[in-house]
């Protein structure tokens, strides 16, 4: 008995997720958290007539990017959401929420399909943001051998070979080749 309540638990949560996943926009839209909010603040901060980045909307979406994937992690455009989130932190100087968004998408969305591009640029905001170039060494390193082939593989073997080096010593370096 105790079995058979604990199988119509599981398949009813299991059923319930599912019907979550399923929900179209329009349900999503109802809540606090809305693809249409999403997507008007996107329209004013990306449209062809913005010259400057308006920094307070950008954090904004982002933050709007992280609510909905946290509401719904199991919608396709979660793992997207959270990519778009973290691009904008980078891109506005906030290099630690960068690292835990991209930890994140590893961690839940390990089939999504810029991990690689996520492990490269790990190891460029710990060498570039962070200063931390032992953590960025190591996510360089990971990077070249789990994508070997990837357009990123070159960029992070330079990063590699010159990380912890001031441009001053990586100009000596080169013209000391080039003799």
Do not use: H, W
């Amino acid at each position: 008995m105790i079995i058979n309540i604990r199988i119509l638990t599981l398949v009813a949560t299991i059923f319930l997720f599912s019907c979550s996943n399923s929900e179209d926009k329009s349900q999503q839209d109802n809540g606090a958290v809305s693809i249409s909010k999403i997507e008007n603040l996107e329209s004013e901060l990306f449209n062809s007539e913005v010259v400057n980045l308006n920094t307070k909307k950008a954090l904004k979406l982002g933050k709007l990017y992280v609510e909905y994937a946290s509401a719904y992690p199991n919608d396709t455009v979660a793992p997207e959401f959270l990519y778009k989130a973290a691009d904008i932190s980078m891109n506005v100087g906030r290099p630690q929420l960068t690292i835990v968004l991209f930890e994140k998408i590893i961690e839940n969305y390990p089939n999504y399909k810029n991990i690689p591009t996520i492990m490269f640029l790990m190891g460029y905001v710990y060498e570039n943001e962070l200063n931390d170039y032992e953590k960025a060494g190591n996510y360089y390193i990971e990077f070249l051998d789990k994508y070997p082939d990837s357009d990123f593989a070159d960029d992070a073997t330079i990063s590699l070979k010159n990380l912890g080096k001031s441009p001053e010593e990586m100009i000596e370096e080169f013209e000391n080749n080039t003799k």
